[in-house]
Nanobody
Framework: QVQLVESGGGSVQAGGSLRLDCTAS?????????IAWFRQAPGKARERVAS????????RYSDSVKGRFTIYQDSAKKTVYLQMNSLKVDDAGKYSC?????????????????WGQGTQVTVSS
């Protein structure tokens, strides 16, 4: 059973930066996983923001964050990061990381099985 814990959320002014951390435990060491970040603002549908193949490092981003956000991993620390730069008011919401066992194809298209509790990001104008 994979457990995920997010950290790093907070409040920032528009144009600022935040880094979110997603630390994993309980996973099977010889398996590969997809990790993705999602966000949800009040009254809006959950949005897939970024994904990464944990071993291969292949990444993908939503059009709304491309060029501003970077997802990357540190295998030794069992952590996936989401570096968020040039934040906009529309980037605010609850950010959650999720994991799925990789079995081929593109991580961006996966249904995710394991979820963290989420961390709040507030962006003020």
């Amino acid at each position: 059973q994979v457990q995920l814990v997010e950290s790093g959320g907070g409040s920032v002014q528009a144009g600022g930066s935040l880094r979110l951390d997603c630390t994993a435990s309980g996973y099977t060491w010889n398996k590969n996983y997809c990790i993705a970040w999602f966000r949800q603002a009040p009254g809006k549908a959950r949005e897939r923001v970024a994904s990464i193949n944990f071993r291969g490092g292949v990444t993908r981003y939503s059009d709304s964050v491309k060029g501003r956000f970077t997802i990357y991993q540190d295998s030794a620390k069992k952590t996936v990061y989401l570096q968020m730069n040039s934040l906009k008011v529309d980037d605010a919401g609850k950010y959650s990381c999720a994991a799925a066992t990789y079995s081929g194809g593109r991580c961006w298209e996966y249904d995710y099985d394991y979820w963290g509790q989420g961390t709040q990001v507030t962006v003020s104008s």
